[in-house]
């Protein structure tokens, strides 16, 4: 009996979330990545600021600032990054109530290139999540990005390119605490758009992203400008 009223409970607790966020609306999040490699040094920085929105603008989703160390060894293709963020999340529609985390990662990036225009990165990351009123929690994170230029064979000063990626999320427990359960599969995420280069060290990427979790699923617009420095 027990078992049949947690489950009637669990099958409630989702339909509200499900009801709570409208899957329809499209939502929008708006991006900005830096990085920067030190002079005459295998170490570098890199970072990014976004403003996650439900809606185009206005309804918080997510603020998240993060930035972190990098490491290029000489004697591999592949960029190490030690780093932290820091996260506000809102509550969808009207209520003004947040959720705040902290969040140290550990992440691997190996570029690829297939052919003369296919530019993979295969991206690792490993995240420890001190989220609020939650017990620890860790993350597993896979992206695989594919950049494909239009007007030439590099993706250099003046080029349009495509931009896609797909990016798994796994928890590294289910048990959140206070009772609380969470799924092994936290989330997908699926993005298609097109990038300009202005210069070298400048990017703008206009693209739609959807996301997928075990509860809801929702499409998002997403606008980001790319600096190195």
């Not at 490491?71 to 960029?79: E, G, Q, R, T």
């Not at 064979?153 to 990016?167: F, G, V, W």
């Amino acid at each position: 009996m027990k078992k049949l009223v947690l489950i009637l409970l669990l099958f409630t607790f989702s339909n509200a979330i499900n009801a709570q966020i409208e899957q329809g609306k499209t939502g929008a999040w708006y991006m900005y990545f830096f990085k920067h490699q030190f002079k005459n040094s295998q170490f570098g920085i890199q970072g990014d600021v976004q403003y996650r929105n439900w809606n185009l603008g206005g309804d918080l989703e997510q603020l998240l600032i993060r930035s972190g160390i990098t490491y290029k060894p000489k004697s591999a293709d592949v960029l190490l990054t030690l780093g932290y963020g820091n996260i506000t999340t809102g509550e969808f529609g009207d209520g003004s109530s947040t959720v705040s985390e902290s969040r140290i990662y550990q992440e691997a990036l190996f570029p690829q290139k297939l052919g003369k225009r296919f530019h993979l990165a295969h991206r690792f990351r490993y995240e420890q999540r001190f989220v609020e009123n939650q017990d620890f929690r860790t993350r597993y994170r896979y992206n695989l990005f594919l950049n494909i230029p239009l007007n030439s064979d590099s993706i250099s000063a003046k080029t349009i390119y495509m931009a896609l990626y797909n990016e798994l999320f796994i928890n590294g427990q289910t048990d959140i605490g206070d009772n609380r359960m969470v799924e092994l599969f936290d989330r997908n995420r699926t993005y298609l758009g097109f990038g300009y280069v202005l210069k070298p060290a400048m990017k703008f990427q206009l693209g739609w992203m959807n996301q997928k979790t075990v509860n809801w699923g929702k499409g998002q617009l997403q606008l980001s400008f790319h600096h190195s420095f």
